[in-house]
């Protein structure tokens, strides 16, 4: 039988979903340092465990996405200043 994969639209809205998890998280773990109600902060921690359970249960899903992007080893380099029309 064949492995279950997700379709392209899928995988792409899993990426996003994924990317907002991972960007709530780190909104959460920032603010409380900002927080001095008590109240609030452990609301607040609750959300930052919640999102990390979250986001591992999604990375699991995300093993099944038909296609991947491959890393490049080397990075190109920027272009500074090229000396084009648009300087």
């Known amino acids: ?23 709530c998280l780190a909104k959460s773990k920032l603010m409380q340092g900002l927080v001095f109600d008590q109240e609030l902060k452990a609301l607040m921690q609750k959300d930052v465990e919640q999102s990390i359970q979250a986001i591992q249960e999604l990375q699991s899903v995300y093993e099944s996405v038909p296609f991947q992007a491959p890393v490049p080893e080397s990075r190109p380099e920027p272009i500074l200043n090229d000396g084009g029309p648009l300087q």
């Open 1 to 23: 039988m064949k492995p279950r994969t997700l379709a392209p639209h899928e995988s792409m809205d899993l990426h996003e979903v994924l990317n907002f998890k991972t960007l």
